[in-house]
């Protein structure tokens, strides 16, 4: 009977062991379509650096980003999750080593019509179990793996925090430039506002431009409180980014928006998901999954364990250690009934299986996605600066033409109040339109970078 149950158990293991071999080996859909998938849409020159942020050359960036890395709470979050499942590594590999328990004892009788007598007992007791179908060793497999995957989220969580770092900061900087633009256009406003108030007590124009001027300057003034709110907000934010409370002590260095750099190379998708973090991190979760699978598999069948003793006994501590009486038994367990706990162990370990394979060929497709996205945005605002360019010196040359032609009493002072109201509102598009370049540049540079650590191999 032993030996039909443990043949038995030995066959659903065989077709989960070759079910996972099948796995491990066969190209999924996912692997099929990365080494098929067609180049990126544009491609540059300049060479990706796992430290993108300085491609922008600037000092006070390189800085900030530098200072980020050091101190920013969701890194020590990061870290502090990778060394938790690393500690459940020492934990699972654990079952390879026996226990030993120590035992100690006294007994004595006393009483009428009794010998007074004692009896002292020391022993010593271990059991392991041997790992024949290789339970242990997928569990510990599957919890390497995922401290692979956490350290590989780790490795993504640095790049987000530069990133991150590199977007507020240039966010920041517009919003200096666009403050600075609007003393600017303040200080402009109010001296035509000076100047229709000469005019008008000499009776050459109407009083309602005056109010008109008036209510653009109020405007202008009105947008230099909205960036001067957003300068504020955008310096707690980086503070927070960089490890700090808001305004305890940290002044964000003032600088202009940098030049954007040469179109990186994009490379090949394969060469993609081999690079990024957060793709790794999903691809050994997955092969953890695997590992899990094969642990439940491994748990339908028998389990052979060891059980030595070793024990003295004697009737005074003296003769205690006089005399050793050991043991070493054998005992073979198979699950016989276990009302589908192992079974079902199974059907939710090939769940996971499934749910993470479509989790990582998701995040494949991800990648690809913003690397694109990012390549035709960029094109686009490109293309948007050029015209914004244009769009603002017409502006600015009908704007003049029109304020002589007033001035000569040949163009209603309404023209030239809109022509003003559109050159300072294309001044301020402009300084906008090339921040978000420059963001959609850090997505790219982010979208293909490799990690900044050197690699865990699981």
């Known amino acids: 009977?032993?030996?039909?149950?443990?043949?038995?158990?030995?066959?659903?293991?065989?077709?989960?062991?070759?079910?996972?071999?099948?796995?491990?080996?066969?190209?999924?859909?996912i692997d099929t379509y990365v080494e098929s998938a067609p180049g990126f849409g544009a491609s540059g020159v300049a060479m990706v650096s796992p430290r993108f942020w300085s491609a922008f050359d600037a000092v006070e960036l390189d800085s900030l980003v530098t200072r980020a890395l050091r101190a920013n709470l969701d890194l020590r979050i990061a870290d502090a999750r990778r060394r938790e499942a690393a500690a459940f590594v020492d934990l699972e590999e654990s079952a390879y080593w026996p226990d030993l328990v120590a035992t100690a004892g006294a007994t004595g009788r006393t009483g009428e019509g009794l010998d007074e007598s004692s009896r002292y007992e020391l022993g010593f007791d271990s059991t392991v179990e041997l790992d024949l179908f290789g339970a242990i060793g997928s569990a510990v497999e599957a919890e390497r793996l995922r401290t692979a995957?956490?350290?590989?989220?780790?490795?993504?969580?640095?790049?987000?925090?530069?990133?991150?770092?590199?977007?507020?900061?240039?966010?920041?900087?517009e919003a200096r430039s666009q403050r600075a633009l609007l003393d600017e256009q303040i200080e402009t406003n109010q001296t035509v506002l000076e100047l229709l108030r000469r005019r008008f007590g000499s009776g050459q124009i109407l009083g309602?431009?005056?109010?008109?001027?008036?209510?653009?300057?109020?405007?202008?003034?009105?947008?230099?409180?909205?960036?001067?709110?957003?300068?504020?907000?955008?310096?707690?934010?980086?503070?927070?980014?960089?490890?700090?409370?808001?305004?305890?002590?940290?002044?964000?260095?003032?600088?202009?928006?940098?030049?954007?750099?040469?179109?990186?190379?994009?490379?090949?998708?394969?060469?993609?998901?081999q690079r990024r973090p957060d793709v790794r991190r999903n691809w050994l979760l997955l092969r953890a999954a695997d590992r899990d699978l094969a642990a439940s598999i491994a748990r339908k069948?028998?389990?052979?364990?060891?059980?030595?003793?070793?024990?003295?006994?004697?009737?005074s501590p003296g003769a205690l250690f006089e005399d050793w009486i050991g043991r070493l038994a054998g005992n073979l367990v198979a699950p016989l009934f276990t009302a589908g706990e192992l079974q079902s162990a199974v059907d939710r370990d090939e769940a996971i299986r499934s749910r993470l394979l479509s989790e990582y060929t998701r995040a494949v497709l991800i990648a690809f996605r913003e690397v694109e996205d990012a390549l035709a945005?960029?094109?686009?605002?490109?293309?948007?600066?050029?015209?914004?360019?244009k769009q603002a010196d017409l502006s600015r040359r009908s704007t003049e033409q029109l304020e002589r032609q007033y001035l000569n009493g040949l163009a209603n002072y309404l023209d030239v109040l809109s022509a003003l109201t559109e050159q300072q509102e294309l001044q301020r598009n402009?300084?906008?339109?090339?921040?978000?370049?420059?963001e959609t540049r850090v997505a790219l540079y982010r979208a293909l970078a490799g990690p900044l650590t050197e690699d865990e191999s699981p």
């Open 1 to 29: 009977m032993l030996r039909t149950g443990f043949l038995r158990n030995l066959a659903p293991l065989a077709l989960g062991s070759s079910f996972l071999a099948g796995c491990a080996l066969s190209p999924t859909p």
């Open 149 to 173: 995957a956490a350290f590989a989220a780790q490795q993504a969580v640095e790049l987000t925090v530069a990133a991150d770092v590199a977007t507020t900061w240039f966010r920041l900087l």
């Open 208 to 273: 309602v431009d005056i109010l008109r001027q008036e209510q653009l300057v109020e405007a202008t003034r009105q947008r230099r409180d909205v960036e001067q709110g957003r300068v504020a907000t955008l310096e707690n934010a980086l503070a927070v980014l960089l490890g700090r409370a808001p305004r305890a002590g940290f002044v964000a260095p003032h600088a202009l928006l940098p030049a954007l750099p040469s179109v990186p190379v994009t490379g090949i998708p394969a060469d993609l998901v």
């Open 301 to 315: 069948a028998p389990r052979l364990s060891l059980t030595a003793s070793v024990s003295t006994a004697a009737e």
């Open 377 to 389: 945005l960029e094109r686009v605002q490109s293309s948007q600066i050029e015209r914004l360019i």
């Open 430 to 438: 402009l300084i906008t339109a090339r921040r978000e370049r420059l």
